[in-house]
């Protein structure tokens, strides 16, 4: 095994991609029992309403915005002779969705723990 | 059991072993080589193999690091053994960790398989086809162009990237970066004929376009050679293949000519 900040950026990417693809899923799942009527999709959404699905949408966010700054730090690469600033690259999308991630899951584990 | 440590007169290292005719698996075995100044990590393998077991194999040439044969994963690293000091890899403990190049068969000990390194080189024709029609007296080409391709030419093909590319460990049929580097260089090169045949054959999803940009090719080169910034070029050269070959055409008409010296600008020129 090979380690380096690239690797953890390719191992992270891969990872955020298919919980990503799950998500989309368990997502149409839910909104797709719309055409069941109501009974059917208010008994669904409850499903995903608990404490345990608030946290798993803390992770969401953090996937989501993880894998939209790995894209777009891979952009600036693709377009820009950058690759001797990789590790810094790196790092500034990994701190900005930490920090984007925090400042948003923050209010959802509130709401959460407020029942 | 704690590993032993190394002391002020001794370095502890450990190197992987695998001998496919007695060996299920690769172990690691440990050797204590004294610590002498100016001792690289090759001269520690030699002294062992001469003073400590006979058996040891591993590859090594020229001890100049220009051959390439001699590069080995060292505390998890890709590098090249010859030129490296023994002293700068030792740990707090005076250990150093000396495996075989990752992601490919392991022949024996440090010593790997590199057939399929060496297939997809050939892949990507690294050799230069030339005009049929040579000047008389030599090509021209502007510093320019000998700098942009200058980064590739220093490769010693000692495999460090191949070996330390995720994407080569997944998929075999990936050209690697050793060989895209290659390709770069000829593609860039005003001389060659064939730049569209050979971004056409590396403009595939089994060329530039498979790699995930995890970077660990310049991380692991041991020239400091940028091949990821080589395949972003190829990448971008590909999409635009029939234009870049318009133009090396159009190059080629005037590549026995006298290279035009710049005019000298500001107070320089008005001498």
Not at chain 2, 195 to 202: F, T, Y
């Amino acid at each position: 095994m090979y380690r380096s900040t690239g690797f953890v950026s390719f191992v992270l990417r891969r990872f955020t991609g298919v919980a990503l693809v799950l998500y989309l899923i368990a997502h149409i799942w839910v909104i797709g029992s719309v055409n069941g009527g109501p009974e059917l999709f208010n008994a669904r959404l409850a499903t995903v309403q608990t404490p345990a699905f608030k946290l798993a949408e803390i992770a969401l966010l953090a996937a989501v915005v993880y894998h939209a700054f790995d894209g777009i730090r891979l952009m600036i690469v693709h377009y820009f002779d950058v690759t001797e600033y990789r590790k810094s690259l790196f790092y500034a999308a990994f701190v900005v969705s930490a920090l984007l991630t925090i400042a948003g899951g923050l209010p959802i584990l509130l709401f959460a723990l407020q029942g | 059991m704690e590993p032993p440590n190394g002391s002020n007169t001794e370095a502890i290292v450990r190197i992987q072993r695998f001998n496919p005719d007695t060996d299920a698996k690769a172990h690691v075995q440990e050797f204590h080589v004294p610590r002498v100044q100016g001792t690289t990590l090759l001269d520690a393998l030699h002294w062992i193999k001469h003073e400590r077991d006979g058996s040891l194999t591993f590859r090594r040439s020229c001890r100049h690091a220009i051959c390439g044969s001699c590069a080995m994963n060292v505390n998890g690293r890709n590098i090249l053994v010859c030129k490296t000091p023994l002293e700068d890899q030792l740990d707090r403990k005076g250990r150093v960790t000396i495996r075989p190049l990752p992601y490919l068969p392991i022949i024996k000990d440090l010593v790997v398989d590199r057939s399929t390194f060496w297939k997809e080189y050939v892949r990507v024709k690294p050799w230069l086809v030339p005009p049929q029609t040579t000047p008389a007296k030599e090509f021209r080409l502007s510093p320019e162009e000998v700098a942009a391709v200058h980064n590739a030419e220093t490769c010693i093909m000692c495999g460090a990237c191949y070996s330390a590319c995720q994407v080569v460990a997944l998929n075999k049929a990936y050209i690697g970066p050793h060989a895209l580097l290659k390709s770069f260089l000829r593609v860039l090169d005003p001389r060659d004929t064939i730049p569209g045949e050979r971004l056409a054959d590396v403009g595939t999803d089994e060329g530039v376009f498979r790699c995930h940009t995890i970077f660990n090719c310049i991380d692991a080169c041991p020239k400091s050679l940028n091949p990821t910034q080589a395949i972003e070029t190829l990448r971008k050269l590909a999409q635009k293949r029939a234009a870049f070959e318009a133009a090396r055409v159009e190059r080629q008409r005037t590549i026995a000519d006298p290279i035009p010296v710049p005019a000298q600008s500001g107070s320089e020129g008005e001498r």
